[in-house]
């Protein structure tokens, strides 16, 4: 089955400056990636998802790359923000409704004011 | 957009006692459900799969006896821990799909303590 990895597990940034996280796949049928946010106690949020027919997306502050050959995925923030310290998640699925997603390990981001 | 809803958010019941959880999808037929349960400053693990009208299907390693699927209605998924034990005691989440779909819509979440 497909496994997940994510790095880092923890990082801290300073307000204003940019944050980027990493994640690795091993199923090369997987494609549809997209990316969570967490607070806890909630559940998790949609920020971005990417397909692999797509090596870039962009949305305001957060884009994410894919590399399908290398079957690694990133997520970026730039200009981060106090409300950005949360928990990231990315995840892999065989895409359509009916595949199961597989999250990473998770990445706790906390911004430094 | 989609929204599913999921009850109670809240439980606490004593060892050996069954807890049931809910997840409705309000506004889309979910085709399938997922569950997954999240421990403490982990992520969130997959424990099944159920697709409606079916029997679900488990992930390796969760006791499909203990942890009852059923997801009768393109609405309406339950969870059902039986002879529950304070090992169990964690997040549980569902989240809804639709075939032919990208999306996945996450309930709230259940907080479940065994006690």
């Known amino acids: 089955g497909e496994n997940v990895e994510q790095h880092p597990s923890t990082l801290s940034v300073q307000e204003g400056d940019s944050a980027v996280i990493k994640c690795t796949y091993s199923?090369?049928?997987?494609?549809?990636f997209p990316w969570y946010k967490q607070e806890l106690g909630k559940r998790p949020q949609l920020i971005i998802d990417?397909?692999?027919?797509?090596g870039e997306k962009k949305d305001q502050r957060i884009a994410v790359t894919l590399n399908k050959t290398a079957k690694h995925f990133s997520l970026h923030i730039t200009e981060t923000q106090p409300e950005d310290s949360a928990v990231y998640f990315c995840?892999?699925?065989?895409?359509?409704?009916?595949?199961?997603?597989?999250f990473g390990t998770g990445t706790r981001l906390t911004i430094i004011p | 957009g989609a929204v599913v809803s999921q009850h109670p958010s809240r439980v606490i019941c004593k060892s050996g006692t069954s807890v049931k959880i809910e997840c409705r999808s309000l506004?889309?037929?979910?085709?399938?459900m997922f569950w997954y349960r999240q421990f403490p400053k982990q992520s969130l693990m997959l424990m099944a799969t159920?697709?409606?009208?079916?029997?679900?299907?488990?992930e390796q390693g969760v006791e499909k006896d203990k942890f009852l699927i059923n997801h009768a209605s393109l609405t309406l998924s339950t969870l059902t821990v039986t002879s529950a034990h304070p090992e169990d005691s964690s997040f549980y989440i569902c989240?809804?799909?639709?075939?032919?779909?990208?999306?996945?819509?996450f309930g709230s979440g259940t907080r479940l303590t065994v006690v």
């Open positions: 989240s809804a799909s639709t075939a032919g779909d990208y999306g996945y819509t």
């Open positions: 990417i397909r692999s027919n797509v």
């Open positions: 995840a892999a699925s065989r895409g359509f409704g009916n595949e199961k997603l597989t």
């Open positions: 199923d090369s049928a997987s494609n549809y």
């Open positions: 159920s697709n409606e009208g079916s029997k679900a299907t488990y």
């Open positions: 506004d889309f037929q979910a085709t399938t």
